[in-house]
């Protein structure tokens, strides 16, 4: 049974849509949502599923390599 997960992903400010353009373009992999805009970073809720949680992992560590700032917190409750 699939089940819906909740990440809280932290962006540097300057590289915020480039991560959002990435994760959603992967057809289904993530949704993000609740954006919390700071002057250096933004947090934002990364909703995925069980399917998906691998593919979203090799996605973020291909992200993290590119963007060193980029942190992935959850599944959150």
Same mark, same amino acid.
């Given at each position: 049974?699939?089940? =819906?997960?909740?990440?809280? *992903?932290?962006?540097? !400010? +300057?590289d915020?849509w ?7 373009? #992967? ?6 949502? +609740? ?5 250096? #970073? &933004? ?7 069980? =399917?998906?949680?691998?593919? *979203?992992? +090799?996605? #973020? !560590?291909?992200? +993290?390599?590119?963007?060193? =700032?980029? &942190? *992935?917190?959850?599944? &959150? !409750?």
């Open positions: 049974m699939v089940e =819906d997960l909740l990440y809280r *992903l932290k962006v540097p !400010s +300057k915020v480039f991560v959002q353009n990435t994760l959603e373009n #992967f057809d289904g992999l993530a949704l993000l949502t +609740k954006a919390q805009v700071g002057k250096d #970073f &933004c947090i934002m809720e990364v909703i995925t599923n069980t =399917d998906f949680d691998e593919l *979203l992992f +090799k996605v #973020f !560590s291909a992200l +993290k390599e590119e963007i060193g =700032d980029l &942190c *992935l917190d959850g599944p &959150c !409750s």
